[in-house]
């Protein structure tokens, strides 16, 4: 059953003896605005892909935006993220299948993410998960 | 196996949250009873499988609740909608207002729980929920047909 209690009880959210590592919401960042930029690409290449493609390269803006503002709030005067770019990473063809497997990815990471964030991060990381997700439906 | 009460960690907090989305499942499958008689014959077929998935989602949040011993809230006998539903666009309009506060709701129990089963099953939750909301907005024709922040408030 979907709901039923799971036998993960023994599995705690974080660890004070582990060290946190880099802040998983810069990996998500990166990814949305990746994904943006991919979008973009595909859609200077193929225009008539502009009307499937071009909500999405907004909402991964939006997600790129809100993301990198929620890690500034627990990281302030941190390292600015990089801004925008509209480069691709290298062999990565410029097609729809393309975007649709980024941002599918995009969303699995981003779902993982969610599973063991703190309260009071993760609902704007599950937003994103589900965004993601329902792109990547659409797409295929 | 343990009894759900010791093998499970979802606590008062995550309980409220859940009784909130299944109060939200239950205005959701009233609304879609509701809109069958409005809707034009094409989007037939959808209406009734997004109800059973709603159907299928009240199920699980009434065992799930059941399970810990938390006695799930009953439906309504009905609903408000925002606006009257006279027509198809009308009865697809709150369609999306039924899904969208579903999606609020489902949120809201991600955030509100730190039992990884429930966490993840309301993510996949909230997920199909933005699938099914992102396809009534597109009906509606309200752009973007996805939201881009599903279930925030």
Request: hydrophobic residues 50%; contains cysteine; charged residues 15%.
């Amino acid at each position: 059953m979907l709901l039923a209690p799971p036998a993960l009880a023994g599995c705690s959210f974080g660890s004070s003896t582990k060290d946190p590592g880099p802040d998983p919401l810069i990996a998500l960042a990166a990814a949305a605005r990746a994904d943006a930029a991919l979008a973009a690409a595909v859609v200077a290449a193929t225009p008539e892909l502009a009307d499937r493609l071009t909500p999405l390269r907004t909402a991964r803006t939006d997600h790129a935006t809100a993301l990198d503002a929620e890690v500034a709030r627990l990281a302030p005067g941190a390292t600015p993220a990089p801004a925008p770019g509209t480069a691709t990473p290298a062999g990565t063809p410029v097609t729809a299948a393309a975007v649709q497997a980024a941002v599918l990815a995009s969303g699995k990471a981003a779902s993982a993410a969610a599973l063991t964030l703190p309260a009071e991060r993760v609902g704007l990381v599950a937003s994103v998960a589900a965004c993601c997700a329902t792109y990547a439906a659409v797409l295929a | 196996m343990s009894s759900p009460g010791n093998s499970s960690t979802i606590d008062p907090t995550a309980a409220a949250a859940l009784q909130d989305a299944l109060a939200a499942e239950h205005a959701a499958l009233w609304v879609y009873s509701l809109i069958l008689a409005f809707l034009p014959a094409a989007q037939l077929d959808r209406a009734r499988a997004d109800e059973e998935a709603h159907r299928v989602l009240r199920g699980a949040i009434e065992q799930t609740l059941t399970q810990i011993g938390t006695r799930p809230v009953s439906a309504q006998p009905a609903y408000a909608t925002p606006k009257p539903v006279t027509d198809g666009a009308s009865a697809a309009a709150v369609a999306v207002v039924a899904e969208t506060d579903a999606l609020a709701a489902w949120r809201s129990v991600v955030e509100r729980t730190t039992d990884r089963g429930l966490r993840q099953a309301a993510l996949t939750a909230l997920t199909e929920g933005t699938l099914r909301c992102a396809q009534w907005r597109a009906v509606v024709n309200t752009p973007p047909a996805i939201p881009t922040f599903p279930g925030r408030p």
